[in-house]
């Protein structure tokens, strides 16, 4: 036998010439010839391969992959082709160990096991992260493997293929353009032509993955997104196409429930006609038609007789390779991806939206993408979305990202979708979010066609609206910035929003800036990425407040994908930074952060404020289990208390503190003289670590005196928010919206007693509450809980603090006595404590993370 070896080159020279030296410095019996394929690139491939013993092809501009490839086929002189991506290397032996793989006539294509091409049948799990370096080793360690796979699809970053099966194919479909799925393409057609597809595991080939992507600045998502609808409309196509007779293997333990409904019977023909093209034989379909879906899906379920069940309602579509994907998985309970159909438009759900745990949010894995070894019934009755409720019931189930079925949009009942919601309910805010987006979505008709068909396009809009040009637009509005971005810069990752009370990340960004450095505040709120022109505005000298770009609104209800992470990054790289520290105080920045140091060597310092774990509990979109890895990767960790220093003893303790001069210096405005004295203040957030019951039985126990909160609601759930309102309706109690320091300040001045009414909580025990600092600053007495972080300020006479109920009531009595002898110490002690002193004690502990001379 004698090979052809296609390489179709776009510019990355370096890798291109790497390749075809790897190709002539391998050893092997098999004779070939080298057919170079220039897709447009620049004039240095073209003096680089007329120097080669290569045959060379040249076309001025970019053909895409699969039109290259063809065109070098074309030129084939020998019996079989291979298609090689010129960011490969190849090793002895790999042509005749490729070769020896088509023993069997029926055998078409043939590939290798490799580092990385996003296919788990071809990635070697062994060589995963390899080098270059120690790739050639590894291949010569595997040549005595014996086993060969036999995939459903193989990935063309090298594939043998029979010169034969290529003519009858016509080669690669060359509407695919840039971005692949045609060898997706090409090997669907191959299966339903009777040929087998083969794995060779002894071969290895190195692969750099994305890097001919990478550095012709390809915008591969878009143009994976827009291959992957076409691959679906072909799949489709094939699926639904007149049954060949080709050869199949058997699965005769599995049974098709296909249900009919009235308004689902039109489309029977199409499903039927998917299962008759499938890739494996010998199942069983059962056809079911009642009135509701539910019903006749329970009755196919009484006759499949203990078989594993897989489901294809009426109009759905199976891709030849869906049973067979679900079969081969073994698990015993399993779905895939899935594309949707809305009249001519087709869409693919994301990956991640298919997730398990989306599917609590709405119906992310329907019944076409589903097998179960025992399927429990479906709930009769809803009319819609029984295979939803359904679906939330699998506790455990094997989810196999690949789109291998179509699914027919149609409107459904909102009132079912509810009734769904309320059997499965699901506490967080996070979930609570995308619930309310799928309801929405349903009402306003097919909820797939608003949230898959248009959400996608809306996305990749929004993605090509992020190009160089916008974001050198936002280059340019902080232009005031100047040469400040050329020296020290800090990135603080914020918690909280800029508008929000006022808390330490507020002051460490103020007294960042005061100091010379170049402050980014980066915000929890996220702006729409087509106004990623205006992500930067100079709020104050030195100190810029940014919004990143994303789709939910803030960061709180954002869910981490790789293309947004991307986005955000291109955000931030445009804002000029160059020496750069990033001070995060919100660990679920840390997939953004954590790229921002890969690629710029960025330090990172974390910043605790709160126990997160505890955090977490109320607020589960938070993502506290991203602390750990902050912590690991952190190149300095600082505690925000006591309690956290102790349990975080690599850490270095910067205490919270108050704006002495502000809070010490504020004079009454008169703005509570309305009220009855003595008056018993807090400001702060009102969340669910308040005492409610302290807080209405502190009013009821001393009904002429005024109880003041001033603050906002941030409570976790609805059930808080009423009883907060219950608490806070008695007549004593009055309750004044958040107001910015000088205003709370003067409010201040009118208190006679502080408070902090706070549950014992895990998350209060390690509260380091900058309140008490502001309180003392005033010189006022404060009655608050004993925890960890006041117990210390009680020892030393600051404070008072209570264990129950009945000792608040004494120390409330006893504060309201007037007595000047420890308002002095009160001051002294918050002079000691002033955000002037925490960010020189922060500025000294990051200065050994800064380089010795800035970057020239």
Not at 115 to 121: A, E, K, L, M
Not at 428 to 456: C, M, P
Not at 554 to 565: C, S, V
Not at 746 to 761: E, G, H, I, K
């Amino acid at each position: 036998m004698s090979v052809s070896i296609v390489i179709p080159v776009y510019n990355a020279l370096d890798v291109a010439r790497a390749c075809v030296e790897s190709v002539y410095a391998a050893r092997t019996a098999v004779p070939f010839e080298v057919i170079v394929v220039d897709n447009g690139s620049a004039d240095d491939v073209r003096e680089w391969a007329g120097r080669e013993r290569v045959r060379y092809l040249r076309f001025d501009r970019p053909l895409g992959f699969a039109r290259a490839v063809n065109e070098g086929a074309r030129q084939a002189r020998n019996e079989f082709l291979v298609v090689l991506n010129s960011d490969t290397i190849v090793y002895d032996g790999w042509l005749d160990l490729l070769a020896a793989a088509f023993d069997e006539t029926d055998v078409g294509v043939v590939g290798p096991v490799t580092n990385s091409c996003g296919h788990d049948v071809q990635a070697d799990p062994d060589a995963k992260g390899f080098s270059e370096g120690g790739a050639r080793e590894y291949a010569a360690s595997i040549r005595d493997r014996t086993a060969v796979g036999e995939p459903q699809r193989l990935v063309f970053f090298c594939a043998m293929i029979r010169a034969s099966l290529w003519r009858e194919l016509n080669g690669l479909d060359e509407s695919y353009g840039a971005g692949n799925f045609e060898d997706d393409d090409f090997c669907l057609r191959a299966l339903m032509a009777g040929y087998r597809l083969a794995v060779a595991r002894n071969v290895f080939v190195f692969h750099h993955a994305g890097k001919t992507f990478g550095e012709n600045r390809v915008d591969h998502e878009e143009a994976m997104a827009r291959n992957q609808t076409l691959f679906c409309r072909r799949a489709a196509a094939l699926a639904t196409a007149p049954a060949r007779a080709v050869r199949r293997k058997e699965a005769p333990d599995i049974a098709i429930i296909v249900p009919v409904t009235p308004d689902r019977a039109e489309g029977l023909a199409d499903s039927l006609a998917s299962l008759a093209n499938q890739t494996i034989g010998g199942f069983d379909v059962i056809v079911e038609r009642a009135g509701t879906l539910a019903a006749a899906l329970n009755a196919g379920i009484a006759r499949a007789r203990g078989r594993r069940v897989a489901f294809l309602p009426a109009g759905d579509i199976a891709f030849p390779f869906h049973l067979e994907v679900l079969a081969n998985s073994q698990a015993s309970c399993s779905y895939t991806a899935w594309s949707v159909a809305a009249g001519d438009r087709i869409g693919v759900v994301r990956f991640d939206q298919a997730e398990p745990r989306r599917i609590r949010t709405g119906d992310w894995a329907p019944l076409a993408c589903w097998m179960h070894r025992d399927p429990p019934r479906f709930d009769q009755s809803l009319n819609d979305f029984c295979g939803w409720e359904w679906t939330m019931r699998q506790a455990a189930a094997m989810y196999i990202p690949r789109v291998t079925c179509q699914k027919i949009a149609r409107p459904a009942s909102i009132e079912d979708a509810r009734r769904v919601m309320d059997v499965h309910p699901a506490a967080g805010a996070w979930y609570q979010h995308e619930r309310r987006r799928f309801l929405t979505a349903v009402e306003r008709g097919t909820w797939e066609k608003s949230l898959i068909i248009d959400g996608n396009v809306i996305e990749r809009r929004a993605r090509r609206m992020m190009s160089a040009a916008r974001l050198d637009a936002a280059k340019k509005r902080i232009a005031t910035a100047g040469a400040a971005s050329e020296g020290r810069c800090v990135f603080l990752f914020s918690i909280i929003s800029w508008n929000e009370l006022t808390q330490r990340p507020h002051h460490f960004a103020r007294g960042l800036a005061s100091r010379g450095f170049r402050v980014y505040w980066i915000d929890v709120r996220l702006k729409p990425p087509e106004e990623a022109a205006n992500i930067a505005n100079e709020i104050e000298p030195n100190l810029s407040y940014v919004e990143l770009p994303g789709l939910s609104g803030d960061l709180y209800r954002t869910e981490w994908r790789p293309d947004l992470i991307d986005l955000m990054e291109s955000a931030v790289v445009a804002l000029g930074a160059r020496d750069a520290i990033q001070l995060v105080n919100f660990p679920k920045w840390t997939p953004l952060v954590m790229r921002l140091h890969e690629r710029f060597g960025w330090p990172v310092v974390y910043d605790c404020l709160d126990d997160q774990q505890a955090f977490g509990a109320l607020h589960p979109g938070n993502e506290p289990e991203r602390e750990a890895s902050l912590i690991r990767e952190s190149a300095l960790m600082i505690a925000s208390g006591r309690t956290l220093h102790g349990r975080h003893p690599q850490s270095i303790l910067i205490p919270n503190a108050a704006d002495f001069d502000l809070f010490s210096g504020a004079k009454s405005a008169g703005l509570l003289d309305h009220l009855p004295r003595p008056v018993i203040g807090f400001f702060g957030a009102f969340s669910d670590w308040l005492d409610l019951d302290w807080i209405r039985e502190s009013a009821r126990c001393f009904p002429a005196w005024s109880f003041v909160y001033i603050g906002r609601e941030g409570f976790s759930s609805h059930e808080m928010r009423e009883r907060w309102r219950q608490a806070a309706s008695e007549p004593n109690i009055h309750v004044i919206a958040q107001q910015p320091p000088p205003a709370l300040a003067s409010y201040l001045a009118q208190f006679d007693v502080c408070t902090m009414p706070f549950r014992d909580l895990a998350i209060t025990r390690s509260m380091n509450a900058v309140k008490i600092f502001e309180y003392l600053a005033a010189g006022k007495p404060v009655v608050a809980p004993d925890l960890p972080e006041t117990r210390p300020l009680a020892e030393l006479g600051l404070i008072e603090v209570y264990r129950s109920f009945e000792d608040s009531v004494a120390l409330l009595r006893r504060a309201v006595e007037p007595r000047d002898d420890r308002i002095a110490a009160r001051r002294s002690f918050a002079t000691q404590n002033t955000w002037t002193r925490r960010v020189d004690q922060l500025i000294a502990a990051v200065e050994a993370l800064w380089p010795a001379k800035p970057r020239p």
